[in-house]
């Protein structure tokens, strides 16, 4: 954990034009600042760097990612590879919580399609006119992330009040996405968060996406209702891609979308 943080904390601090060229073979991509995403007019103050991380073939995308610094490719991959069976162990928790298969998530190609997202938060000269990140849940089954140690910014939405989500040493926030929450039927209610900025310290989070593969049909679980304990189909079938491009069009609002 340690490690990994170091890793990415030096790579945001290289010049800009050195990051955007360790990403320019495709696999990873860099958004700065002033390229992030706009949505409802906020304009989100983060460099953001994603990668994929397919359990399935690892090597063949490690080699595509950054190379500086010189130990990225080593401590990323390894990083990765834990907290994937973490995040595994963590969803056969949950099944056997709802009351369906311990290995649902290892079918249909659940949690295929997993991808690392690096948000480096510079220090914001006015924090009342921009946040790091709007309101939001998150478009995965889970998400688990490692939070900076010293630099709080991290807000969950309870009862209509925002409250900080204090950094715990060597402890992950394990959020539950939107995807659960349609396939648990609503019985596990994805957390609505966001990030709030600061004057003086810059501030680094990696989240490791828990995702389906693109063809992965999204639905509640079947398994509950063969026991006659739910009764009634909360949301609509869809493909992952489908909710995707629709999340990512149409951000929050998707939600009114989903329901049947």
Known sequence: MDDVMKVFKEFHSMPSKEKLNECSNGSCKLYTSGENHKRDAVHYWKDTLTHPCPPSSPQEYIKYWPNKPSNYRK???????????????????????????????????????????????PPCPDPTLTLGLAKHRDP??????????????????????WFGVDPIPYAFVVNIGLLLQIISNGRLIGAEHRVVTNLRNARTSVAYFINPSNESIIEPAKDLFINGSTQKTMYKSMSYQEFRTNFFHKGPKIESELHN
């Open 75 to 121: 401590v990323v991959g390894k990083y990765a590879e834990e907290v994937r069976k973490l995040g595994m162990k963590i969803l056969e928790i949950l099944c056997e919580g709802l009351g369906i298969r311990r290995e649902y998530f290892l079918c249909g190609g659940l949690s295929e399609n997993p991808s690392l997202v690096v948000h480096h938060y």
């Open 140 to 161: 995965s089954i889970i998400t688990i992330l490692l939070q900076d140690k010293n630099v709080r910014g991290l807000q969950v939405l309870k009862d209509h009040e």
